[in-house]
């Protein structure tokens, strides 16, 4: 198929795609952009601006202090709007801090609820944040960190020795989806607990946390969900472990009185346990209108375009002869691809440089394609893959 059969089939694709309507509630400042990081960072949703003005004007501006009566339970509120897109129940989420922080929490939490363990597991290639936070933890508590050798897999490993599991649910790198329920029921085999890493999936994809038994997990809200540049992270925990959790960083919007002042540490009851300062409103504002706009478009239409995007990429890879490394299966890759070249870096600089393709580079020869559902065309998947075999060939 030559180029141009390509971008014909992409816009036949793209004239009969029943969300092709969802990118018109964005900011698009160049309609000629084709946008291929959202994998990263979402784009701004129009009903963003829209809160945050209002919020800036009625509730700070006018409100002032008064405001704090609607915003002391925000992160809770918007918790439980999230709540439905991950399979889970109002109780159990909660939106605050950054994915770090939140997977530090849970960490020190899920130690401790396992005494006599001597080790926390994690992959050496899993994304940074989530290894550090592992190393830190495990030298607090006098563990052992435990990573599959080379060539081999957590679901390879022993787990009996481990309190805890960090594990991603999509890889960063190749988009693969790990086994949510067969790897979580591995675990508790083991009697280990496990924290998913959702980033990559929540908004992408469609998750049920409660039919695979799910322990903990985190989050970002910044990607698929569009919540803005540092938008506020995500914590879930279980209904039935919530109140076994021992809050390792207090703060005093944990606190179940928090303007007791003089009163003793009492965490909240429930899921709010897990807060600590005062929240950013802006932020968590603007993180809800992302997610609203993934409830309001349901996530098995979401879901269904991302693998369709994905599909048309691997065609696109096919017919130009670009090697890519993501699962050729839908139904076990996310939402971007990976491919692969020795110069990757330099040819994702000049897709931006010289044909207005902003795509993303991962060490060390991986150019990662986001395709976002709601805002990502099939015409801008065909471009970026003809440009980038235009550049290869040369």
């Not at 959790?245 to 009851?269: E, H, L, N, T, V």
């Amino acid at each position: 198929m030559s180029s141009d059969q390509l971008l014909n089939r992409a816009f036949e694709l793209d004239s009969a795609d029943p969300l092709a309507h969802w990118r018109d509630r964005f900011v698009i400042d160049d309609p000629d952009l084709s946008y291929l990081d959202g994998n990263s960072l979402g784009m701004l949703p129009r009903s963003t601006v829209h809160r945050i003005h209002e919020v800036m004007n009625d509730e700070w501006g006018l409100g002032l202090i008064r405001s704090w009566q609607k915003w002391l339970n925000l992160p809770l509120v918007v918790g439980n709007e999230l709540a439905p897109l991950l399979g889970a129940d109002d109780g159990e989420v909660v939106v605050h801090d950054s994915t770090s922080i939140n997977l530090h929490q849970l960490l020190h939490a899920a130690v401790r609820l396992r005494p006599g363990r001597t080790a926390i597991a994690v992959d050496a290639y899993e994304f940074p944040t989530d290894r550090y936070a592992v190393e830190a933890v495990a030298r607090e508590h006098g563990l052992d960190v435990i990573s599959p050798p080379a060539g081999q897999r957590l679901d390879e490993i022993p787990l009996d020795e481990c309190a805890v599991i960090v594990r991603s649910l999509i890889d960063y790198r190749t988009a693969e989806i790990a086994d949510l329920v067969g790897f979580t029921l591995r675990a508790h085999e083991a009697g280990a607990l496990v924290i998913w890493d959702l980033s990559h999936a929540v908004g992408a994809i469609e998750l049920d946390l409660h039919a695979a038994d799910v322990d903990m997990a985190i989050g970002c809200t910044y990607k698929y969900l569009n919540g803005g540049p540092g938008a506020p992270a995500f914590s879930y925990v279980r209904s039935n472990l919530i109140s076994d959790i021992d809050q390792p960083i207090r703060g005093w919007f944990g606190q179940d009185d928090q303007f007791a002042m003089d009163s003793a540490w009492s965490p909240k009851p429930g899921i709010g346990r897990l807060m600590i300062g005062t929240p950013s409103i802006l932020a968590l504002e603007a993180a809800r209108c992302g997610i609203e706009l993934s409830s309001e478009a349901g996530m098995p239409a979401i879901a269904a375009k991302g693998r369709a995007l994905t599909d048309f990429a691997h065609e696109c890879c096919d017919e130009l002869r670009l090697d890519s490394v993501s699962p050729r299966d839908a139904y076990i890759r996310g939402s971007h691809i990976a491919i692969r070249h020795s110069d990757a870096k330099e040819i994702t600089q000049r897709l931006e440089r010289d044909y207005s393709v902003i795509a993303d580079y991962r060490d060390p020869d991986l150019i990662r394609l986001g395709c976002s559902p709601l805002t990502t065309r099939y015409g801008d998947v065909a471009r970026a893959t003809i440009h980038l075999a235009s550049m290869v060939r040369q």
